[in-house]
């Protein structure tokens, strides 16, 4: 039973359409695995139509006779994993939710179940918490390990689950660095509050002295890569309820700002603050980023949002080694894009 749970958990993540009988093998190189045990177990999978024999490849002479290669039913395999998701969740505190995993490979939710065990231990014995605590304080009661949420991937697995708000988990990030419009700190708050999130230092200095000028609530400095976990702190820092709060993002346009962004917007949707990019296509590109690695989604979600003419531009650009910084725009350009008639009336159809 063992050695086919491990052929089917390898076959799950597996990519190809077939393999061979010497690559299910190989899965037992170096182990006491007992052939008779093996060949049981393949044609357990055989017949139940998990692996399908190749005719063409022939098989073995030893008995019992095993194909050289197997077509892998990709189709069989998913709908036992989820028969064994469905009948797994009924055995769950009934707010951790499974739905995602219907989505991912088998190899995932075996990694993560010994931690979906313990979280629905502690909910079954304490319920739901009513207190506030930092991550590992809240980490060390889920699982005994006070470093699981922050750096062990349990933030991850909370909101796969659906447990992340519930859980009143206070983040341990550095504070999110912002200044705020007095002109738009009313009681009650606005309807919609924009915000506007620029990576570098340089360009959050041009725009501060015109904040009180805009129609945004906050100039938010990214600081590069430290904005994708303080954004955690943004409604402790910003604890302005009933507003629908709406994300800009500006950042340097290569391959690490646009990384930047897209894993911005995984925490909180965050839009290209396209008048601002707009402005830097129309420069110069410079050269000099050919070391950064390319992130293909990261990629594809920014390039999305640009004319197709634009989204020329940017795949030449950066995949010569060019790109446009921040800093390519002057001070009293950037001033000028963020008052303008043109960038107000792009913020309201966003």
Same mark, same amino acid.
């Given at each position: 039973?063992?050695?086919?749970?491990?052929?089917?958990?390898?076959?799950?993540? @597996? /990519? /190809?359409?077939?393999?061979?009988?010497?690559?299910?093998?190989?899965?037992?190189?170096?182990?006491?695995?007992?052939?008779?045990? !093996?060949?049981?177990?393949?044609?357990?999978?055989? &017949?139940?139509?998990?692996?399908?024999?190749?005719?063409?490849?022939?098989?073995?002479?030893?008995?019992? =006779?095993?194909?050289?290669?197997?077509?892998?039913? /990709?189709?069989?395999?998913?709908?036992?994993? #989820?028969?064994?998701?469905?009948?797994?969740?009924? /055995?769950?505190?009934?707010?951790?939710?499974?739905? &995602?995993?219907?989505?991912?490979?088998?190899?995932?939710? +075996?990694?993560?179940?010994? $931690?979906?065990?313990?979280i629905d231990h502690f909910l079954h014995t304490h319920g739901f918490p009513d207190i506030p605590v930092p991550a590992p304080e809240r980490s060390f009661q889920l699982t005994g390990n006070e470093k699981w949420i922050t750096e062990l991937g349990g933030y991850s697995l909370l909101k796969r689950l659906g447990l992340w708000d519930q859980l009143l988990i206070?983040?341990?990030?550095?504070?999110?660095?912002?200044?705020?419009?007095?002109? +738009?700190?009313?009681?009650?708050?606005?309807?919609?509050?924009?915000?506007?999130?620029?990576?570098?230092?340089?360009?959050?200095?041009?725009?501060?002295?015109?904040?009180?000028?805009?129609?945004?609530?906050?100039?938010?400095?990214?600081?590069?890569?430290?904005?994708?976990?303080?954004?955690?702190?943004?409604?402790?820092?910003?604890?302005?309820?009933?507003?629908?709060?709406?994300?800009? @993002? !500006?950042?340097?346009?290569?391959?690490?700002?646009?990384?930047? $962004?897209?894993?911005?917007?995984?925490?909180?949707?965050?839009?290209?603050?396209?008048?601002?990019?707009?402005?830097?296509?129309?420069?110069?590109?410079?050269?000099?980023? =050919? #070391?950064?690695?390319? #992130?293909?989604?990261? +990629?594809?979600?920014? =390039?999305?949002?640009?004319?197709?003419?634009?989204?020329?531009?940017?795949?030449?650009?950066?995949?010569?080694? =060019?790109? @446009?910084?921040?800093?390519?725009?002057?001070?009293?350009?950037?001033?000028?894009?963020?008052? &303008?008639?043109? $960038?107000?009336?792009?913020?309201?159809?966003?």
């Open positions: 039973m063992i050695i086919k749970s491990m052929i089917e958990e390898h076959l799950s993540d @597996y /990519k /190809k359409t077939t393999i061979t009988l010497e690559e299910l093998e190989q899965l037992f190189a170096g182990r006491a695995a007992d052939p008779r045990d !093996f060949a049981g177990a393949v044609m357990e999978l055989e &017949s139940s139509g998990v692996l399908e024999p190749v005719k063409s490849a022939g098989r073995t002479m030893k008995q019992p =006779s095993l194909g050289y290669r197997y077509r892998v039913n /990709k189709q069989y395999i998913m709908a036992r994993h #989820n028969h064994q998701l469905q009948q797994y969740r009924l /055995k769950l505190h009934p707010a951790i939710g499974l739905d &995602s995993y219907f989505a991912l490979s088998e190899q995932q939710f +075996v990694q993560d179940r010994p $931690w979906i065990e313990r206070l983040p341990v990030s550095d504070p999110l660095m912002f200044a705020v419009n007095p002109q +738009v700190w009313t009681n009650p708050a606005p309807p919609r509050c924009l915000h506007f999130i620029v990576e570098n230092k340089t360009t959050f200095q041009a725009l501060l002295p015109v904040l009180p000028s805009s129609s945004f609530s906050t100039l938010i400095y990214g600081c590069g890569n430290k904005i994708t976990g303080n954004l955690d702190m943004f409604t402790l820092q910003y604890p302005v309820t009933g507003s629908e709060h709406v994300f800009y @993002y !500006f950042g340097d346009l290569d391959y690490e700002g646009i990384r930047i $962004w897209y894993d911005a917007d995984k925490r909180l949707a965050m839009i290209p603050a396209l008048p601002f990019y707009d402005a830097c296509l129309a420069k110069p590109c410079v050269p000099g980023k =050919s #070391n950064q690695r390319r #992130n293909e989604e990261a +990629v594809q979600a920014f =390039s999305n949002w640009f004319p197709q003419e634009q989204q020329g531009q940017i795949e030449n650009t950066l995949s010569s080694g =060019s790109y @446009y910084p921040q800093e390519t725009l002057m001070t009293h350009e950037l001033q000028h894009i963020w008052g &303008s008639g043109a $960038w107000k009336q792009w913020t309201d159809l966003n």
